[in-house]
């Protein structure tokens, strides 16, 4: 299972499970994919069936790990890796689904939340975490409380879609470049 694990790092470079463990700090050849995420939960199983292979990214992890640990309480993540099937059944199925997708990059998770007051402290407590750490983060949570959802997207795009980014020179929505929150 580890072996179906890549992880990409900030410049754009895949490497090993077990390198991003080397170089993250975690303990080698464990089931741990940042600080406070492992291969053992439910979301990063099912993705691992469903795709036969799990991508995380570097600076999502980071912003992942520090937002565990200023809300000091267990993230659910409801939406981690997708492929681009999965984005158009989420689409026919009603669901507000971008026509292009940071999780089919990916460079997204969805957090669950239990209310509206969980994801607006949530989407703070992501911004600050962010900021800190001097990476440039999408959040999206606004269009799903008007649609009666609780949970928060965050992407990590700018950091590789922006100007002079790795992947800037590659297809992608204009929107990817900049930070926002909607």
């Known amino acids: 299972m580890r072996a179906k694990v890549k992880v990409i790092l900030k410049g754009g470079r895949e490497v090993s499970l077990v390198e991003w463990q080397r ?7 464990s089931d741990k994919i940042g600080r406070y995420f492992s291969l053992k939960e439910s979301r990063f199983i099912n993705d691992l069936s469903a795709y036969g292979e799990l991508i995380v990214n570097e600076l999502l992890m980071r912003v992942l790990d520090g937002t565990r640990e200023v809300a000091d309480r267990p993230l659910t993540i409801n939406s981690f890796n997708r492929n681009e099937e999965h ?5 026919q ?3 507000k689904a971008a ?7 990916k460079m997204a998770a969805d957090i ?10 949530l989407v703070k407590v992501i911004k600050q975490v962010a ?5 440039k983060v999408r959040i999206g949570f606004q269009q799903y409380l008007n649609a009666g959802q609780t949970f928060v997207h965050v992407d990590v795009c700018p950091e590789y879609y922006g100007k002079g980014k790795v992947y800037h020179s590659t297809f992608h929505p204009a929107a990817w470049e900049n930070s926002i929150t909607w």
Request: glycine share 10%; hydrophobic share 25%.
């Open 23 to 29: 170089l993250y700090g975690l303990p080698e050849g």
């Open 99 to 105: 026509t292009y997708s940071p999780h089919v990059v």
């Open 87 to 91: 984005q158009q059944e989420l689409k």
């Open 93 to 95: 199925k009603g669901f």
């Open 112 to 121: 669950d939340t239990k209310d509206e007051t969980e994801t607006r402290y």
């Open 131 to 135: 900021d800190v750490l001097g990476i």
